[in-house]
Structure formats: C-alpha cells, structure tokens
C-alpha cells in the first residue's frame, strides 16, 4: 500500500485518475485477444495460479468491480486486495476472497498508527467495528499502520506503544479469526516520516506480541527500496508475515524484466516457505491494456 508524495511514484489516490480511460477500455476486452493484440501472445498462467494465491490491489484498476472480479477470474485470480466493507460482497458474490480489507475510509489512513498512544482509542474501535463484519463477510485480514513519526517516539518507544495498542484488540481479532496485518512501507520515496520503514521495526512489534493474528504485510516493493535482501529476509522472518504486496522497482510499475528484481525467484521462495497465504499485486500498469500487465504478474507468480 502506498500514496508517495512526488509525481514520479505517484500512489494509490492519484493511480485512480490516471487510470480511468485505460481501465474502461479495458472492461469489454477478453483477456486472451487484448493480450495477443498488444504483446503478440497472450501469458499462459499455470492452472490455479500454482503454489501461490495471488489477489489484486483494487485501487490499480479503475474497472466497475463486478467486471473487475469476472476478468480476474478469467486470468486465475482468487481474490481482491484493499476493499472497503460495502464492497465486500461484490466480491463474495463472484466467487472471490477478499484477500485483505480496509477497518475504515480515511485520507489519513497511513499517518495514523499504533506508534502514536493518542491514536488508540480510535484505531481500536475501527477495528472493534469492522470485525464482526469482516467475520460474517468471511474476511480474515484486515490491514492497519504503524503510523508516521511523532517528536519524542523514538522507535523504540514507538515499538512499544504499538504493542500497547494492540495488545487491546488482539485478542478480539483471535476470538473471530481475524488476523491484523501492519504494513510495512517505505520512507525514501513514497511515505516520508512513515515509521515502520524496516523489517525489523516490524518484527521487533509481532515478536513482543507474539500473536498469531497479528502479523506483518510485507510489501516487496517498499522493502527493496528502504533495505534490499528482499528472499534472506523473507525466508529469516516468515513466521512474522501474513501477507505480501508486489510492485517493481524502480516505479512502481510491472514486475517483469523492466525492474531490478526477479520476482520469479521471489515467488519461488516464498512458495517453498509453503506460505499459505496471499501474495497481491500492487502496482501501476503501464500496458494499453492494463489486464494485460495482471496477467503478466501473475504469470510471473505462478511457481
């Protein structure tokens, strides 16, 4: 997840508009034809996706979502990422997972974290309010923040206020067999001041919880940036991860051979990890087509 702050990695918010046309041309297209039009073949996903459930963020695409599930089953796709709870079953009704939702709508959603003990009581009773619902929805992860930087939290005070903080709702979310996922960001480019900016930031707050339902969601795309060693990492900490996000680097666009990571290998390792999660892709397309750069991801993901 991520809304950076320049014109060059523009993020979630600012995707949506830039994607409009792209998007609405792309509702009526059939996967397979549009692939071949533009790239002059059409991916070949393995059946089912392979080892690895793979969802996509909703924000990447501008397509009504009822369309947006009906083509993404067409590619192999078995869930959506980043859903607000009145869309949620849309996407059940489609025979979909939402594979990670959103406890509330608002435009600080990032900067507000558990680092910050002033935060807690609102934070809490979002998450109290959405669990019941996403337990009846069938919803079992819903995404939270660390929070940006505050005078006088360092980071480890920060650590310990969000292992206050959640302390008080963790056990709710056990109870109803949700997990809630922290996400780690980067601060260099997109999320300036975000403070949990490295694995271990993260790590050092599920390990003092030590809660099977809270964990990390790892997003590739901001770990390579803020600390690289992206598959030693993921293998040295994947007891503490409930969840990837991918996007390429730099730019935040396709992971193909474009960027500076192989996301192949990525995926590889963390199927053998036997990873039973979802891994959701994140990022800007840049095809005429953008179902033809999904397509593309998954086909890269499907190890």
Known sequence: MSMPDDTTDIGRRSALGRLATAAALAGAVPLLASAQAVAGKAPSPAPGGGRLK???SRWTSKAP???LCKRLKTIGFTGVDLLYADEWSVVADHGMAVSMGYPAKRDNFIEMGFNDPANHATLIKEIETTIPLAKRA???NIITMFGNRKAGIDDQRAIDNCIAGLSKIAPYAAENGITLCLELLNSKVDHHGYQG???AFGVAVTKGLNSPNVKLLYDIYHMQIME?????????NIQWIGHFHTGGVPGRHEID???ELNYRAVATAIADLKYQGFIAHEFM???ADPFDSFAEAFRICAV
């Open 138 to 140: 069938g919803v079992t």
């Open 257 to 259: 051979g474009t960027q």
């Open 197 to 199: 900016d490295h694995t």
């Open 54 to 56: 793979q969802s996509l």
């Open 285 to 287: 397309p840049t095809h």
């Open 228 to 236: 690289g060693d992206v598959i030693r990492t993921i293998r040295d």
């Open 65 to 67: 979502l009822p369309d």
